[in-house]
């Protein structure tokens, strides 16, 4: 035992020695080595837990981002098959309205055409009825003067003749006054007043 130590047990004054201060500072840098050994195992377990937890926080905030992420992917994908479908919707609105803009623009084109092809209908039929009542006048009036040309041209025949037979009954009286020979209507009017005169009651002699 050190004598130091022997006289601190009987109330002496401690001595010093070499050896005991060699063994103090070994004894002393034991404790600082090992009070430094237990802090830096301390300060990895510290950082080892905060290196989990700094993991695990990380892995939270990746697994949140990646929940985050899918989430907005979904609300993407959501909104934008709504967006489709909107915009098929209103394709198919513009479509019809354009369909149905075409139609009446077809409509109304038909219309005009059928409207035209009436008009042109009526006024051909109109330029027939004129035409038709033109030949008719025509005909009618052609008519007309060949009627009144057959019957100019009988009546100068029967004036003709009448010429003819007045000229033939004069001539034919002007030889039988040359001959003194009468007509055969001077002898049967002769012969009526002869049997009148004679008082033959039916007026009529020998089968006259």
Request: hydrophobic letters at 25%; one cysteine or more; glycine letters at 2%.
């Amino acid at each position: 035992m050190c004598p130091a130590d022997a006289s601190r047990d009987a109330g002496t004054p401690r001595l010093t020695c070499d050896p005991c201060q060699r063994t103090a500072r070994k004894e002393q840098a034991e404790v600082l080595l090992e009070t430094h050994e237990q802090r830096a195992r301390k300060r990895d377990q510290d950082l080892q837990t905060l290196a989990a937890k700094h993991d695990q926080q990380m892995a939270e905030v990746q697994k949140l981002l990646s929940a985050l992420k899918l989430k907005q992917q979904s609300e993407l994908n959501r909104l934008g098959k709504q967006w489709s479908e909107q915009d098929k919707v209103q394709h198919e609105r513009i479509e019809q309205v354009i369909r149905l803009e075409e139609e009446n623009h077809r409509r109304k084109l038909e219309a005009e055409r059928k409207k035209r092809e009436e008009e042109e209908r009526q006024k051909k039929l109109e330029e027939e009825r004129r035409l038709a009542e033109e030949e008719k006048k025509r005909q009618e009036e052609e008519q007309r003067r060949k009627q009144k040309e057959v019957e100019e041209a009988a009546q100068r025949a029967k004036d003709e003749a009448e010429r003819e037979k007045r000229a033939s009954l004069a001539a034919a009286e002007k030889r039988r006054n040359a001959l003194g020979i009468t007509s055969p209507e001077e002898d049967w009017v002769h012969a009526r007043h002869t049997l009148k005169v004679s008082g033959t009651p039916d007026g009529h002699c020998c089968g006259i």
